[in-house]
């Protein structure tokens, strides 16, 4: 969804002379050649890469090694990457331990995702008037996050600065979580469903369906973003779970002024 938003609007804007676009997946590939862009489409991650002057990676967290592997081998010197990836703190940690030293990494995170995914759903507006967080790290160049921060706004973004620790609490309850309980509410009433014999969802009320679209949302991604914010996690879960005990605790007792 955000690769192909990206790619959509770039176009559109002739922000680049050139551009490479790698898609692993033949049926994404189809899909792509149909939007009738001014771009090459690539089968490998390879030599093509040299040719590169910036590079956004738009994959889940677990494909981020591969990528920079790649870039080690094939990119130019002092190439500038970006990302779109939602947890920052660990991902940087590992690879800045096996990127080349010359590669610029200013790592993103913009804030405009949906539930549904896949180029399909691309649109060149998707980033209009909503957030762009750009990470700042320790040896991160102004130039380069100049560059990054112009990236975003020229895609109509509004674009903010923070550190990934910061980055990371922040989203943890603001989106990490939710996405948790959404998975959580519909496994529950699944579940409820599978007990009790009823089609609950058929006749759920607007709260559940709610739920259940940000639930379809892509299972890979979700997953690699809660194992690589595992810490913060586990912190509002409990959280959570301590404040679910209490309305637990209320109902139970039928108290009549509930905690919220």
Same mark, same amino acid.
């Given at each position: ?33 149909? #939007?009738?862009?001014? #771009? ?41 990457? !970006? ?7 660990? !991902? ?40 762009s ?19 975003w ?6 674009t ?13 309850? !603001? ?12 496994? !529950? ?26 639930a379809?949302?892509n ?20 959280? #959570? ?5 209490v ?14």
């Amino acid at each position: 969804l955000i690769g192909s938003s990206i790619l959509k609007k770039v176009c559109k804007k002739k922000i680049a002379k050139k551009i490479f676009v790698f898609e692993k997946s033949k049926k994404n590939q189809k899909i792509l050649k149909r #939007f009738k862009l001014k #771009f090459q489409l690539i089968k490998k991650m390879d030599k093509k890469i040299s040719e590169c002057d910036f590079i956004v990676i738009c994959a889940p967290l677990s494909e981020y090694k591969k990528i920079f592997l790649a870039c080690n081998r094939f990119s130019k010197k002092n190439i500038l990457i !970006t990302d779109v990836g939602s947890a920052k703190k660990n !991902t940087i940690t590992k690879i800045n331990k096996i990127k080349r030293k010359d590669i610029k990494w200013i790592s993103s995170h913009p804030i405009a995702g949906s539930e549904v995914s896949g180029p399909l759903n691309g649109n060149e507006n998707l980033f209009l008037n909503k957030w762009s967080v750009i990470i700042k790290q320790k040896k991160s160049q102004n130039k380069e996050i100049k560059k990054v921060l112009k990236f975003w706004k020229l895609l109509g973004s509004k674009t903010v600065n923070m550190d990934a620790d910061q980055h990371d609490k922040i989203f943890a309850i !603001t989106s990490h979580l939710p996405h948790l309980i959404a998975y959580n509410l519909i496994l !529950t009433a699944t579940n409820f469903k599978i007990s009790n014999k009823d089609n609950v969802l058929r006749f759920s009320a607007g709260g559940l369906r709610d739920f259940s679209r940000i639930a379809a949302s892509n299972e890979i991604m979700w997953r690699d973003i809660f194992f690589n914010n595992k810490s913060n996690m586990l912190k509002v879960i409990d959280l #959570f779970i301590k404040n679910l005990k209490v309305f637990k605790r209320d109902i139970k007792s039928n108290k009549k002024n509930l905690e919220i």
